[in-house]
């Protein structure tokens, strides 16, 4: 078997180098099967609306300059970081990382949400980093010297790559939204100047034990946005020759190296926020190399492994290391986790056409993404379970607190505030050949886009995840015939839908394709019409010998147990604080489920539109568990992201 994968990635190394001495002209454009829409042609309505409003203006991501200075150090402004020197004892390129973080979060809330305070924010901090960007146009945090450590010229452990994607992906952001040609050209700039630096060296050779080298895999998501962008085929090469030169490393996290990929023996093993932001990249590979099933193959097995550490909550097990554990409702989840997943797996689809990775994203997105968080952002659990009857306050530098501004690091904290934007980013692809659009993440939300050459305008009505139904209403320059696709979530088997009159509707197994001469008034009704599922859960520390949780749509229901809060800690008078949670009345977490279960569905009783669906719950599992002595206790299940503590996953009564 070794000797196999000696030769396989002798081989596939060879053709990577042989195929970087070629032309631009030798690089297949057509990557996508599906557009992802630039920022601001998707936004958000009804009850996402209202969270990302109150997350920005009342949570503490909007005034985290008040909260935690991580993010005030001005470091792509100041540019005065050399690598492998801590500073303030934390690893010199954590404030770029964190500082690009916030700003991506920033920037994204207040334009899908049209706030002008917040909005003029941005256009500040635009002008202060071009206005720094000196003549060879470097953006980033590392000082300007000859000497080792610094920009260009690391030997140890650095986060130079890694640094420069954080804001490049605000950049980029800020451009979709304002059409700023000056930033774009800043971006492009910057990027090209790393490309020419590296063109020739391997960035990843660079010597470290540490995170900040191997993070620079996160350069992918940059390179990729950029080329959509822009078409240049530069971006595709230098893509082509970064990942030929991530292979060729010996980086701390390496996980997504080919080699390893096509080990179908090896489960992810390390830092699981490496995982979460490189997802992407060997699919990305694989469309950049379509006539090589080496890539194709250790794409492919990037899903099968990432499916096999995945919780009943949706999240990526990983107590900052994923160790080849197995997914449980026991198993540690990081949030930094959970939000960088969402674009790459959008991406993802955007390459292979897979709209089932739908599914993953909104599991994830509405049950731990917000089982793991205050309804309104003000604190976040950094590490947390989907079965959980205690709080560790003490250890692991206290990571499953619910802090605003945690010990261990604030990226978690901050990546809560990115989220929901990245959700948002992808509701809607579009596939040009078919002259379609799809509505791939559902919710209450609007979408302009131009299709078969006319502008089209979708709004969707519902109360989705929390309604099966939905109401798409169409607005279009003139009569125009094209495709909405509706995608089928969670095996949905029983879906109906309403069209106009002579509209041409055909059900695929994952998809509803409805074809017509669309014009402005016209409607599309569906309704999913999901089923309670109870799903099966292996082996676990609470679950031995196996057991089961309940899945409805995208919404996992858990046991909710009521707790205390004391507030210990407030973050430099600003209103924001670390919090001590413990839970109250124990006695249910012991009940098991009956072997002949039945719990009903209570739906939506209220008509009136939802404003804070994860303050309290709006819909919930009503049936009977069974104490160890088999009495039957009548209990409501309610929404996994609703809880702080909760037991999601049961043994089976015997």
Request: hydrophobic letters at 35%; charged letters at 25%; one cysteine or more.
């Amino acid at each position: 078997m070794k000797v196999v994968l000696i030769i396989v990635i002798f081989f596939m190394m060879n053709f990577e180098r042989n195929i970087l001495a070629t032309d631009n002209k030798s690089i297949n454009n057509d990557i996508y099967t599906y557009q992802i829409l630039p920022a601001g042609a998707i936004t958000p309505q009804g009850w996402i609306n209202n969270q990302l409003k109150k997350d920005l203006t009342e949570g503490y991501i909007g005034v985290f300059d008040n909260v935690h200075k991580s993010v005030t150090h001005n470091v792509f402004i100041k540019q005065n970081r050399k690598s492998n020197k801590r500073f303030k004892f934390r690893k010199e390129w954590w404030s770029g990382e964190h500082e690009g973080y916030w700003k991506d979060a920033v920037i994204r809330m207040a334009f899908l949400t049209n706030n002008q305070a917040y909005i003029d924010q941005a256009h500040a901090w635009m002008e202060e980093l071009l206005a720094n960007t000196g003549e060879e146009g470097y953006i980033g945090i590392y000082k300007d010297c000859e000497q080792p450590k610094c920009r260009f010229n690391h030997v140890h452990e650095n986060g130079e790559l890694w640094a420069t994607s954080r804001i490049l992906m605000a950049m980029l952001a800020y451009y979709e939204y304002t059409g700023k040609e000056k930033v774009l050209a800043a971006a492009e700039k910057a990027t090209q100047l790393v490309m020419e630096q590296y063109a020739d060296e391997n960035y990843f050779l660079k010597i470290s034990r540490g995170g900040g080298v191997s993070h620079g895999i996160g350069f992918f998501e940059s390179l990729e946005w950029l080329y959509r962008i822009t078409g240049n085929n530069d971006y595709l090469k230098f893509s082509k020759k970064l990942y030929a030169d991530f292979n060729e490393s010996k980086v701390r996290d390496d996980d997504l190296q080919t080699h390893h990929l096509l080990n179908e023996d090896r489960y992810l093993l390390m830092h699981g926020a490496h995982i979460a932001e490189g997802l992407f990249v060997p699919a990305y590979l694989a469309r950049l190399h379509k006539h090589d099933r080496i890539y194709a193959t250790a794409a492919d097995n990037t899903l099968e492994k990432l499916y096999y550490h995945i919780t009943p909550g949706g999240a990526m097990r990983c107590d900052e290391w994923i160790k080849g554990k197995e997914g449980t409702a026991d198993e540690e989840y990081e949030y930094c986790g959970i939000a960088e997943m969402v674009s790459p797996m959008n991406k993802i689809t955007s390459f292979t056409g897979d709209i089932s990775l739908g599914d993953r994203i909104e599991t994830m997105t509405f049950n731990a993404g917000q089982g793991a968080r205050f309804p309104v952002l003000s604190a976040l659990s950094y590490l947390t379970s989907d079965n959980r009857i205690r709080i560790d306050h003490g250890g692991l530098l206290k990571r499953e607190v619910y802090d605003a501004a945690h010990v261990a690091a604030v990226c978690c904290v901050l990546n809560g505030g990115r989220l929901m934007p990245y959700y948002v980013e992808g509701m809607y692809l579009k596939n040009e050949e078919e002259n379609a659009v799809l509505a791939y993440l559902y919710g209450p939300s609007e979408v302009e886009t131009m299709i078969n050459h006319t502008q089209v305008k979708i709004i969707q009505e519902t109360e989705y995840p929390f309604d099966d139904k939905a109401e798409f209403s169409i607005i279009s320059e003139g009569k125009k015939k094209f495709s909405i696709w509706l995608r089928k979530p969670y095996n949905a088997e029983n879906v109906k839908v309403q069209v106009p009159k002579g509209a041409s509707v055909k059900h695929l197994d994952n998809m509803v394709q409805i074809e017509h001469q669309w014009t402005t008034g016209d409607k599309i009704f569906v309704n999913f019409n999901f089923e309670t599922r109870k799903i099966a859960q292996p082996e676990s520390k609470t679950v031995p010998g196996g057991g089961y949780y309940f899945q409805r749509g995208p919404i996992v229901f858990a046991l909710p147990f009521e707790y205390e809060t004391d507030r210990i800690k407030e973050y430099n008078n600003s209103g924001f604080y670390r919090y001590r949670l413990k839970a109250e009345n124990k006695e249910k977490w012991k009940y098991y489920l009956p072997a002949d279960a039945a719990f009903e569905y209570q739906g939506l009783s209220n008509k009136a539109p939802l404003e804070a669906p994860f303050a309290e719950p709006v819909v919930s599992l009503k049936g009977n568990l069974v104490s160890k002595n088999g009495e039957k206790a009548e209990v409501n299940l309610v929404p996994l992201g609703n809880t702080i503590f909760r037991r999601v996953t049961f043994p089976v009564y015997d």
